[in-house]
């Protein structure tokens, strides 16, 4: 007998429906929708060295940084982002951030209409995001959102000089675009 679930309506009904699932969805607004499993060899190398990076230089005790398995709740559904930073608060048992400070997503030839339209509204929905980066996979280039301190949501901010760090002030933090891009993407 095939027993059907009742699609979810809500982030957290979604949440709960999708919880050991194979696969990778996420729900915007109101809709299930199925993403893309896999990615490029560079995508995996952008990912694997800015969370090392924020490791680094933010720590583990205060705050988890995390790739696309633990979900975001925004005002549009439930998003699993590349990388993200959370306040290290909440229980263990959780499946979505309780305080996202930094989203980013590697951009992949499906994912620019989205990375670039859709989810810039939907993370600047967050109020606890400090900033949103969206970099290239294909080059030394980063693209920054910042939320300012009187809460308006500003960029983005082109970066492409390898040799500039990236400062994201409202986290103290500062991204090496020379070291997350060095190696196989020199192109000289």
């Known amino acids: ?13 979604f949440l709960r429906w999708n919880e050991g699932r194979e696969g990778k969805r996420e729900f915007v607004r109101g809709r299930v929708e199925e993403m893309m499993v896999g990615v490029s ?19 583990l005790k205060e705050y988890v940084t995390s790739s696309a398995e633990f979900g975001v709740v925004t005002a549009g ?3 699993y982002p590349d990388v993200m930073v959370d306040r290290m608060a909440g229980a263990g048992t959780d499946l979505a951030a309780n305080e996202p ?4 997503e590697v951009l992949s030839l499906s994912s620019y209409t989205r990375d670039f339209g859709e989810k810039v ?3 600047g ?30 960029g983005p901010v082109q970066h492409a000089e390898p040799r500039e760090p ?3 002030t409202r986290l103290n933090l500062s991204i090496d675009i020379g070291a997350i ?8």
């Open 1 to 13: 007998m095939n027993i059907q679930s009742k699609p979810p309506t809500t982030p957290d009904e």
């Open 41 to 59: 060899k560079y995508h995996a190398v952008v990912v694997a060295r800015l969370i090392h990076q924020i490791n680094l230089q933010l720590g």
């Open 77 to 79: 559904g439930v998003r």
């Open 101 to 104: 400070l930094l989203i980013a």
């Open 166 to 168: 990236v400062s994201l």
């Open 181 to 188: 891009y060095s190696g196989p993407f020199d192109k000289s």
């Open 125 to 154: 929905s967050v109020d606890s995001l400090l900033h949103y980066l969206v970099l290239s996979q294909d080059e030394a280039r980063v693209w920054v959102w910042s939320r300012e301190t009187n809460g308006t949501w500003g």
């Open 121 to 123: 509204i939907d993370y």
